[in-house]
């Protein structure tokens, strides 16, 4: 028998007093303690949300290999002792969370493992919110499907309904963390109260018993009085994710109030069913940043809806709690000028920076895990992404200029926009709309670092960001264009040789967009920037990500039928 050392202890719990053992070898037990500094708030949050401890005691011991949730004597993975606190608060949340979901209450058969695994690793969601409040709890949430949206249909060979499971992927990414989200937003369905009151009603209703997704959603909606069977349909037995989004909005003065009506579409990612019966809130933001709440319940693909508020909007937002976890990601922030932020933002997959704060100014970047359309668009733009769009706004002091990075990915298969690019990045650009109604047009401030135009990668840096809609897309603009000419325009480069930037300078009272592609020595596109037309005729490109060497600028000047070509070197 190994030599085991205990530690033991009393925790007053909500209900009551709940013995605690934690066992390891000598060597290990200090660090075990150390690691579960908050298992006492882990015992409270999962009675507060499920009902009493349902055995006689909590205990954790260290074993050489895995975790399993053992009713009063859990095997806990020894190697943990060496990660951090919090990976250990989530671990062994989870694992208590089993005592209700899977030890008590157990799935039918193991293609519906999540009805068990789901609730678990909500479990440790819950533990945060419980220590940390609502913003503990959506960090977690935000973080957990931040992670299903990437990572889930490529680890488990496509998306998946949560039930039933096929066999090879029942222990996968969709049952563990997929099933979280959903617990989240059976929650956000719900309410706090209500889900509160069902989680506890099935762990009365069906203790000690097998359940089937059928059953838990009966339970749940004897417990409540809510009709799920939307709820289910759409996020237990169908595969993929849905999004809301604002099409167009209308505002008229109503008396002291305004009636403002929202033009709402559903778009969909892995999944042809669109969810119906969906409470949606609502965020109306004044231009002095005061917040009025109204819920709406959507449905189908495309549906309008009144809401009256006490103030005209200067922004609408859905799901600006997060609520609900649908295909869209979301990082919203205030900037201070003279105050410093990180330039990535976390959630949306794009890099911001300052370049003129003139007064506090809120930024919402949400990045949609759905195509925008293709329709409307100028002629010169061929395709736009079908996969996903970033829709960028606030409340904007005139005179703030933001500055954005965005990269795009589709050297394989499993990256977002490997269709687009389909093995020849000739023509990737970044297009822009202010709202839905207005046509994808190329961004006129942009500079495009493409490198190797076949190996799928690359950058688009957005000099001036606008408020309004971004998608990759392909343009049918040419490359090294046949008529080079020099009658167009006077085109000066400084400093040549150059070392992070060059200048160029061209004739001023031009119109429209200017674009400037720079070929290397063989011919091939390295960077392409576009520029809005000023008056001075001058305009700074950036060339401090291009390698040393010699390098070709081609300047189009007007609808482009024509460039004007100038030799420059990189040295440094």
Request: net charge negative; aromatic share 10%.
């Amino acid at each position: 028998m190994a030599n085991y050392q205990e530690h033991a202890f009393t925790h007053s719990g909500l209900l009551a007093d709940i013995p605690v053992t934690l066992l390891a070898k000598p060597a290990d037990l200090t660090a075990m303690i150390s690691r579960f500094g908050n298992l006492g708030d882990a015992i409270d949050a999962c009675e507060y949300w499920y009902g009493p401890y349902p055995y006689d005691r909590v205990g954790y011991v260290l074993t050489t290999d895995g975790a399993l949730e053992i009713p009063t004597n859990v095997a806990y993975p020894q190697f943990m002792t060496t990660q951090t606190t919090g990976n250990n608060r989530g671990l062994y949340t989870h694992e208590l969370g089993h005592h209700w979901w899977g030890d008590k209450v157990t799935p039918y058969v193991h293609n519906d493992m999540w009805l068990k695994e789901g609730p678990a690793e909500y479990s440790g969601h819950l533990i945060e919110e419980w220590i940390g409040g609502q913003a503990g709890l959506l960090q977690a949430v935000k973080d957990n499907h931040f992670r299903v949206l990437r990572e889930a249909h490529l680890d488990d060979g496509g998306f998946q309904p949560l039930s039933p499971m096929p066999d090879e992927h029942i222990y996968g990414t969709h049952t563990y963390y997929k099933g979280a989200s959903v617990m989240h937003n059976l929650r956000g369905y719900l309410g706090d109260e209500l889900f509160r009151q069902g989680m506890r009603g099935v762990q009365i209703a069906l203790a000690e018993q097998t359940m089937t997704p059928q059953q838990f959603r009966d339970s749940l909606e004897s417990a409540t009085g809510v009709d799920l069977d939307a709820f289910f349909d759409a996020w237990v037995f169908a595969p993929g994710y849905s999004v809301f989004v604002v099409r167009e909005r209308t505002v008229n003065a109503v008396n002291d109030s305004f009636e403002v009506v929202l033009n709402i579409d559903q778009k969909l990612r892995g999944t042809t069913v669109y969810h119906e019966a969906v409470p949606l809130e609502v965020s109306f933001l004044n231009a002095e940043g005061e917040e009025f709440l109204a819920d709406i319940v959507a449905s189908g693909a495309n549906a309008l809806h009144t809401v009256m508020v006490p103030f005209e909007p200067a922004l609408v937002v859905l799901n600006r709690h997060n609520r609900l976890n649908q295909a869209r990601t979301a990082n919203e922030r205030t900037l201070i000028p003279g105050v410093s932020f990180g330039s990535t933002q976390p959630f949306v997959d794009m890099i911001m920076y300052q370049t003129n704060l003139v007064d506090t100014t809120l930024v919402r970047i949400e990045h949609i895990w759905s195509g925008a359309g293709v329709d409307p668009a100028t002629p010169d733009v061929i395709d736009v992404s079908d996969t996903h769009y970033w829709d960028i706004g606030g409340l904007w002091p005139e005179g703030t200029i933001l500055r954005g990075r965005f990269t795009y990915a589709g050297a394989t298969a499993d990256n977002l926009d490997n269709a687009l690019v389909d093995g020849d990045e000739t023509g990737m650009l970044m297009v822009h709309r202010e709202t839905p109604l207005d046509p994808w047009a190329p961004y006129p401030d942009q500079t495009v670092l493409a490198g190797d135009l076949a190996n799928g990668n690359g950058i688009v840096n957005l000099d001036v960001m606008r408020k309004g809609q971004y998608a990759f897309a392909k343009s049918s603009v040419n490359v090294g264009m046949a008529e080079v000419r020099t009658d167009l325009a006077t085109v000066d480069l400084f400093p040549v040789p150059a070392m992070d930037h060059v200048n160029v300078q061209l004739d001023g009272g031009l119109n429209g967009t200017v674009r400037f592609d720079v070929l290397n020595a063989a011919g091939q596109l390295q960077m392409r920037t576009f520029r809005s037309a000023n008056a001075e005729g001058r305009y700074r490109l950036d060339v401090a990500d291009l390698a040393p060497g010699a390098y070709l600028l081609h300047t189009a000047i007007g609808e482009g039928t024509a460039v004007v070509a100038r030799p420059f070197t990189v040295t440094r």
